[in-house]
């Protein structure tokens, strides 16, 4: 049985009230295939949850701009949430992924092709949804995550298994690949409150430095947690050569040089003694110090009335999320 605690939840009763509307949402776009196959992947693909930070900056950010939560930020959390759903899936299968928060992958079970297929299903709803429901605006921002998330992942590629790769070129692949949605999030929050340009950019900067910290600390729990305490295995980007931010900085030339040459062939005897010496440098605290300040970063660009419930929320969010993923570093 999974050990995993999971992240902070908001306890504002209309962002709990809009929550489940956000869920229902995301299951009836997920599954509007006419062909019952793809919407037996895409349901469970969507039934299985995740975190829903990106819904919770949606409804929080149009909640604090209007003093309501409309129907259009419910169709938004839902749009944001069918791309991330859509891109995990292609994510899964570039990564050869069989589970995923305990269910199978669509390519585990249903080979390549097709999994390109479900993904694409999944990201060209979501463009739909929003044109439909909510604007051209939002469709074309949607549009424009997607492109951003495909050339984050384009950069990580082509830095597969190289040591010497600059901790910048990580931030800029996480930024794209991880941020782009965040910042549309916020972007759509302004939108459907109909916002002014200033304060639809400010919520924008909050969502891209909110998402930049949350890849951080996911990229660093695979490097300082336990596979009880998330309930996944743990050193799966060194397996993938994927060398992250924080373990970027706390390359020495012979971790470098192990690297370099045991790269691709790292036993599990071999990662599990690298992940435990990087454990005892300062790679846990500069990178937590590190998230503190994009953390700092993200509030000051919030607009609005200090005294909004729904402001504080988002106040609160970042370092909320920050003391959640410190608890789960063994």
């Known amino acids: 049985m999974s050990t995993v605690k999971p992240p902070p939840t908001p306890t504002m009763p209309a962002l709990a009230a809009a929550l489940p509307r956000v869920e229902d949402e995301i299951r009836a776009l997920a599954t509007s295939s006419s062909l019952p196959v793809v919407n037996t992947f ?167 430095l909110f998402g930049l910290l949350f890849q951080i600390l996911d990229d660093l729990l695979d490097l300082a947690s336990t596979s009880q305490r998330l309930g996944k295995p743990v050193g799966n980007d060194l397996r993938q050569g994927v060398y992250t931010f924080p373990l970027l900085r706390a390359l020495d030339d012979d971790r470098r040089d192990l690297l370099r040459r045991r790269g691709r062939e790292l036993s599990d005897a071999e990662i599990t003694a690298l992940l435990a010496d990087l454990r005892r440098t300062s790679m846990v605290a500069d990178t937590l110090e590190h998230c503190t300040s994009l953390a700092a970063r993200a509030v000051r660009e919030l607009p609005g009335s200090p005294g909004s419930e729904a402001l504080g929320i988002l106040r609160e969010l970042p370092g909320a999320y920050l003391d959640w993923a410190a608890s789960q570093i063994a």
Request: overall charge negative; hydrophobic content about 50%; some cysteine.
């Open 42 to 208: 895409t349901g469970r693909i969507t039934a299985a949850g995740g975190k829903r930070l990106r819904s919770v900056l949606v409804l929080a950010g149009s909640l604090a701009v209007s003093g309501a939560v409309p129907d259009k930020a419910v169709t938004a959390a839902a749009c944001v949430e069918l791309l991330h759903a859509g891109s995990l899936v292609h994510d899964d299968l570039m990564d050869g992924a069989s589970e995923r928060r305990g269910v199978r992958t669509v390519n585990a079970d249903w080979g390549t092709g097709p999994a390109v297929l479900v993904g694409d299903f999944m990201l060209a709803r979501a463009s739909q949804a929003a044109l439909e429901r909510i604007s051209p605006f939002a469709a074309g921002r949607l549009a424009q995550a997607v492109a951003d998330l495909v050339e984050g992942q384009v950069l990580e590629v082509l830095d597969l298994h190289d040591p010497d790769r600059d901790p910048d070129a990580a931030l800029r692949s996480i930024a794209l690949k991880t941020g782009a949605l965040f910042e549309v999030a916020g972007v759509l929050a302004a939108h459907c409150a109909d916002a002014d340009e200033a304060t639809t950019a400010a919520l924008g900067r909050y969502g891209a």
